[in-house]
């Protein structure tokens, strides 16, 4: 199995060939330490579907989250909370529309709340690498069904609902 190696401000991240990554202006600053690139893969039709991946959060930090989600009864609901990006997508992802971080920066400006997680009809429409990486396939099963790529899975050596959805198992 062939690998594709994608330079970001982080360091190298790994992705399988056949997955479509289009990068922006690499020299950009501001681009390069929030837009990561474009990904591709099939819903469970067989589409092709594309959504965009931020590069904003970083594993292991704490960051204040704030995010909507919807009650069984159908009403919107705002939460906020404090964790690791790890921590709250194996936790919240089954019912978040919107999730925001509250970006601190090193120099002092004003902080910034930030969209990490975006979706539009069942799919998403942006997510963070940080997010992303850390999705397991019974995630995608719960919480975005219309997402499920079992091609894509493959390719990723899942075998069961443990195995990670978007990164090497």
């Not at 959060?57 to 990006?85: H, V």
């Not at 990723?156 to 609902?161: A, C």
Request: hydrophobic content about 35%; proline content about 1%.
């Amino acid at each position: 199995m062939n690998t594709i190696e994608m330079n970001t401000y982080r360091g190298t991240e790994t992705f399988v060939e056949g997955t479509e990554v289009k990068l922006n202006d690499k020299d950009n600053v501001l681009t390069s330490a929030v837009f990561a690139g474009q990904f591709e893969q099939e819903d469970n039709k067989g589409k092709r579907i594309s959504f965009t991946v931020s590069n904003i959060m970083e594993e292991g930090k704490t960051y204040k989250f704030r995010y909507t989600g919807k009650c069984k009864a159908g009403f919107l609901n705002i939460f906020q909370t404090e964790t690791t990006p790890e921590t709250f997508i194996q936790g919240t992802y089954g019912f978040c529309d919107n999730v925001q971080v509250l970006r601190e920066f090193e120099d002092g400006s004003e902080s910034l709340w930030m969209n990490v997680l975006t979706t539009k009809g069942g799919k998403f429409h942006s997510i963070d690498l940080t997010f992303l990486m850390n999705l397991k396939v019974s995630n995608m099963h719960n919480a975005w069904k219309k997402m499920v790529d079992y091609k894509l899975w493959k390719r990723m050596n899942s075998s069961s609902h443990a195995s990670f959805a978007y990164k090497m198992n």
